[in-house]
């Protein structure tokens, strides 16, 4: 089984550094020096970890044969993907990956349909599901148990209890204020 690890962002310097947003519990087993990773695009990889190390609160890696920053941007927006047995998945309950989440449909609790899971962004206060809906447009909604109240994998869907204003139509949104 194929786990998304990190995200590859700007250089870093001159001598072929990359920022990574990381997006595995496990950076240090996952991103240590020494692991070969496969890449999306796969014309970019394999990639396997040189070095390293936190800078300003951030992650930088360097990879073998990587020695400058031209080849360093040429990097920029890969995902680095690692090969997990299918033994490690998460063992709570309410604990997933992302591929796990990835396109899962997204209804209220009472069946209304919202979209699908297109995205996750993971921000330091909480991970968000970006939703697409029918339409086209995208919602984002804040994955914390108050909101996503039952995440079934099963029937490929998240069950939510939004807030009002939430995933409101802003029109709507508009006109519930103009009303006395």
Same mark, same amino acid.
């Given at each position: 089984?194929?786990?998304?690890? @990190?995200?590859?962002?700007? *250089?870093?310097?001159?001598? #072929?550094?990359?920022?990574?947003?990381?997006?595995?519990?496990?950076?240090?087993?996952?991103l #240590?020096?020494?692991? !070969?990773?496969?890449?999306?695009?796969?014309?970019?990889?394999?990639?396997?970890?040189?070095?390293?190390?936190?800078?300003?609160?951030?992650?930088?890696?360097?990879?073998?044969?990587?020695?400058?920053?031209? #080849?360093?941007d *040429?990097?920029?927006?890969?995902?680095?993907? @690692?090969e997990?047995?299918?033994?490690?998945?998460?063992?709570?309950?309410?604990?997933?990956?992302?591929?796990?989440?990835?396109?899962?449909?997204?209804?209220?609790?009472?069946?209304?349909?919202?979209?699908r899971?297109?995205?996750?962004?993971?921000?330091p206060? $909480?991970?968000?599901?970006?939703?697409?809906?029918?339409?086209?447009?995208?919602?984002?909604?804040?994955?914390?148990?108050?909101?996503? !109240?039952?995440?079934?994998?099963?029937? $490929?869907?998240?069950?939510? *209890?939004?807030?009002p204003?939430?995933?409101d139509?802003?029109?709507?949104? *508009?006109?519930?204020?103009?009303e006395?």
């Amino acid at each position: 089984m194929q786990l998304v690890v @990190a995200r590859i962002g700007r *250089a870093h310097g001159l001598r #072929g550094e990359v920022t990574v947003e990381v997006r595995t519990d496990e950076p240090e087993l996952r991103l #240590g020096p020494g692991a !070969v990773l496969t890449t999306e695009p796969a014309s970019t990889g394999p990639l396997t970890i040189e070095t390293g190390r936190v800078h300003s609160g951030r992650l930088l890696l360097r990879f073998a044969g990587v020695t400058d920053r031209t #080849g360093a941007d *040429a990097l920029r927006n890969t995902l680095l993907i @690692a090969e997990i047995d299918p033994e490690e998945l998460p063992d709570g309950d309410d604990e997933y990956y992302d591929h796990q989440l990835m396109d899962l449909d997204v209804v209220t609790e009472d069946g209304t349909e919202i979209g699908r899971i297109t995205e996750i962004s993971h921000l330091p206060s $909480q991970d968000l599901f970006i939703v697409e809906r029918p339409d086209g447009t995208e919602v984002m909604i804040p994955f914390v148990e108050e909101i996503v !109240v039952e995440i079934d994998l099963q029937e $490929q869907k998240a069950v939510i *209890a939004p807030p009002p204003g939430l995933i409101d139509d802003r029109a709507d949104v *508009a006109s519930d204020r103009d009303e006395p």
